[in-house]
């Protein structure tokens, strides 16, 4: 007795392109002020996709994959 199974089929990610942007909600600059001074006291934060991964290096941060924010733990960029 041989048993059924459905497959889903997830197609692969081809990159570009698309534009982070395009992928996020465009939350309003003064909301997210008021999340990331809340969260680490102060509005140190960029969003994804306009920050290079060499820009990154040396600063501590934390990603909101939801809403594609980048919120830095200090107030100022090294």
């Given amino acids: ?3 059924e ?3 889903d089929w997830i197609p692969e990610d081809t990159g ?8 996020f ?3 309003p600059a003064h909301t997210i002020d008021k999340l990331c001074k809340a969260k680490f006291g102060h509005t140190n934060w ?5 920050m290079t991964p060499e820009e990154l290096i ?3 941060c934390e990603f909101d994959y939801e809403n594609g ?6 107030p ?3």
């Fill in 5 to 7: 199974f459905e497959i």
């Fill in 58 to 60: 040396g600063n501590p």
């Fill in 1 to 3: 007795m041989t048993e």
């Fill in 76 to 78: 100022h960029l090294i």
């Fill in 16 to 23: 570009a392109p698309y534009e982070a942007e395009d992928k």
């Fill in 46 to 50: 960029a969003r994804m996709g306009l």
């Fill in 69 to 74: 924010i980048i919120y830095f733990k200090k």
């Fill in 25 to 27: 909600p465009d939350l």
